[in-house]
């Protein structure tokens, strides 16, 4: 049985961001995935802000930098659109499979060891380590570390398995649906359009996000609750579109989204949780690429403490819960208070909203400020006395 320092279930953005720490930091780190190959599918809409990359130290790159983007179209269920021009580039819509595996081959020339095909379906805890059991490439074997970093997606088996709670509701699910499409037609390929309306896509939105002039992902999210499939809507979105019922399907993606609240203990003895095992997600539009990286940073680092002092217990490695709510999580706690508010609106007050607020405004909501938010209502939309209270309920 091969012994490491740290065994990384799951070689995703959160998984190889925090094997390439690790490795960085002289730590013995195996990252298993069991995908055959590295980022595919990708279950992505893959944009990608450029202050994500610069807070996780990522240089856009060509090969996976398809398309720049610099601003944001939002259509209002009757297509009143509200425009987001920002000053300058704000972001790519990556190539996902290219930008993984590219981390990849980073990961392991500081000297990570990736496997892939490789299934991890139990963990026991034996004399202070944590023996991995996986099937890889249809042969058993078994791995063994005093400390597991579960980054093994929204249906994470690992955390569950070391005895974490990860129980998610339906409620604080949606369900993600996407085609990749190609001879499609839209304004503008530096905009990603999102498109909102309890008809078109219940508690959630259709994107656009161009990968090219004539190519995009173009994908819905909606609750998890929902009676139709997210397939469904989306199809009869498409359909409605003059630009895109003509087009072609290149890639079917589908995935859920951890959009509720994170989970409040991320840590046992022998074991972190990071990215979307953790829920760590953007509440409102869902993305999570970022998110999961900045944590396995944050994870990665406490990890190399505990290695050092040879103490793996809960106590040591909760210090990263600490420090990831401190970063983000607290911040990402407003954005789910705002998502709550926006959610107890009908199709009638986003219209509303469309016709009285800025791009800045949206902006301010985003983001999760709230008492600029709550000036800006209360500014804007007096003469909406309904809107303002739902708002203000929200906001204190
Ligand atoms: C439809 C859709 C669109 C999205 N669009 C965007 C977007 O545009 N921008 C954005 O920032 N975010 C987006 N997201 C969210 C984003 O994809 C995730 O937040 C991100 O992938 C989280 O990274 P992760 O490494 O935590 O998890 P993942 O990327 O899910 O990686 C987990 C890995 O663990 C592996 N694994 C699972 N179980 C095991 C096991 N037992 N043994 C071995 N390996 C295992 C899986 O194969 C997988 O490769 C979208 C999500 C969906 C579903």
Not at 67 to 91: A, H, T, W
Not at 142 to 163: H, M, N, Q, V
Not at 369 to 381: D, F, H, P, Y
């Amino acid at each position: 049985m091969q012994e490491f320092d740290v065994i990384v279930i799951g070689a995703g953005p959160a998984g190889l961001m925090a094997a390439k720490k690790l490795a960085e930091g002289k730590a013995r780190v195996l990252c298993i995935d069991k995908k055959q190959e590295i980022g595919v599918p990708k279950r992505c809409g893959e944009g990608l802000s450029i202050k994500w990359m610069e807070r996780v130290g990522l240089k856009p790159d060509p090969s996976w930098c398809l398309q720049e983007i610099d601003g944001v179209g939002l259509y209002s269920p009757s297509m009143k659109s509200l425009e987001i021009k920002f000053n300058r580039l704000s972001g790519y819509v990556i190539e996902r499979r290219v930008f993984e595996k590219d981390l990849a081959k980073i990961t392991a020339s500081k000297g990570a060891l990736i496997r892939t095909k490789c299934h991890a379906h139990s963990f026991e805890r034996k004399d202070g380590q944590v023996i991995v059991t996986c099937i890889e490439q249809g042969f058993e074997v078994k791995y063994s570390a005093p400390l597991i970093i579960a980054a093994d997606g929204t249906e994470s088996l690992a955390a569950r398995k070391l005895g974490l709670n990860t129980k998610i509701t339906l409620d604080d699910i949606d369900s993600g649906y996407q085609y990749e499409m190609t001879n499609i037609s839209f304004e503008n390929p530096s905009y990603i359009n999102l498109f909102f309306g309890t008809e078109i896509a219940p508690r959630g939105y259709v994107w656009i996000f161009p990968k090219s002039k004539t190519g995009a992902n173009v994908g819905i999210g909606i609750g998890g609750k929902e009676e139709k499939t997210a397939k469904e809507y989306l199809d009869k979105f498409i359909q409605n579109h003059p630009g895109l019922k003509n087009g072609s399907i290149i890639e079917v993606n589908a995935g859920t989204i951890p959009v509720g609240d994170f989970l409040d203990e991320m840590t046992a003895d022998n074991l972190m949780v990071i990215g979307d095992a953790a829920h760590q997600v953007n509440p409102i539009h869902g993305g999570g690429i970022g998110i999961a990286m900045e944590a396995a940073l944050i994870a990665a680092e406490v990890a190399l403490e505990a290695i050092e002092k040879r103490d793996f217990s809960q106590k040591l490695l909760s210090k990263y819960n600490g420090i990831w709510y401190k970063t983000r999580g607290n911040s990402l706690k407003k954005i789910l208070k705002q998502r709550h508010m926006l959610e107890a609106l009908d199709d009638k007050y986003f219209e509303t909203l469309a016709e009285s607020i800025t791009g800045d405004d949206v902006m301010l909501i985003a983001e999760g400020k709230l008492a600029a938010s709550a000036k800006m209502v209360i500014k804007k939309l007096v003469r909406h006395p309904k809107l303002v209270s739902v708002m203000l309920k929200y906001l204190k």
